[in-house]
Every structure is written in C-alpha cells, then in structure tokens.
C-alpha cells in the first residue's frame, strides 16, 4: 500500500512536533527551578540498568539451549560486551564490539 506525499508530509510533521514536544518538556517543567524533584533524580539512577536489564532479557529470551550452537554465540557476545564495558567504561565500544563479535560469530563459526 502506497501512501501519497500529503500523507508522508502528515506523518512527517506529526513526528517532528511529537519529538519537540518531549525534548523541550523537561526544560518547560524544570528549567527555572534550582532543584530537580527527587523523584525524577531517583528515575534517572535506577531507570537507565532497569532498562538495560530488559533488553538484554528480550534480546536473550528465545535462546534454543537444547539445539547446537545452543546460545554459545549470545553467550560470547554478552562476554565481550561486559568484558569490553569493564574494560574501557565506554557504551559505544562495548555495543559496537558486541554486535561485531555476534555477527562475526553466527556468519563463520556457528553458520549452518
């Protein structure tokens, strides 16, 4: 199904003010105030590893233990990503060298 231009510029523009919306509502709520409430600084400490611990059980979830490579290539990755994090305390390398090492993983030594 083809959607028209007017439709693609709706859709567009409908995301662009949803997006503004969300960026500039912290600075609307907050900005004039020298304390932040204690409840968003409580959210900003604990939302960031609950949310990290969610996608990696999503991600984790539909690993067959029972079938060859039997999740060994999740496993190696999820290693590399924790032992690179620790090692450099850097987000972009952990992910990246993560991703890398799954895809090199599932292409050459567990293809089938």
């Given amino acids: 199904m083809a959607i028209g231009v ?3 510029i709706a859709i567009f523009a409908v995301i662009a003010v949803v997006t ?3 960026r500039a509502l912290p600075f ?5 105030k020298k304390a932040v409430p204690k409840l968003i ?3 900003g400490k604990v939302l960031p590893g609950a949310i990290m611990a969610t996608l990696v059980i999503y991600c984790l979830r539909l690993i067959d233990l029972t079938e060859f490579p039997f999740g ?4 190696l990755s999820v290693i590399v990503v924790a032992a690179i994090h620790i090692w450099k305390r850097n987000i972009f390398w952990s992910i990246s060298s993560g ?3 799954y895809m ?3 292409r050459t030594v567990f293809a089938l």
């Fill in 6 to 8: 007017w439709d693609a």
């Fill in 20 to 22: 503004w919306i969300t």
């Fill in 28 to 32: 609307a709520l907050f900005g004039n």
């Fill in 41 to 43: 600084s409580y959210l």
């Fill in 72 to 75: 060994l290539a999740e496993l």
């Fill in 99 to 101: 991703t890398l090492c």
């Fill in 104 to 106: 090199i993983l599932i």
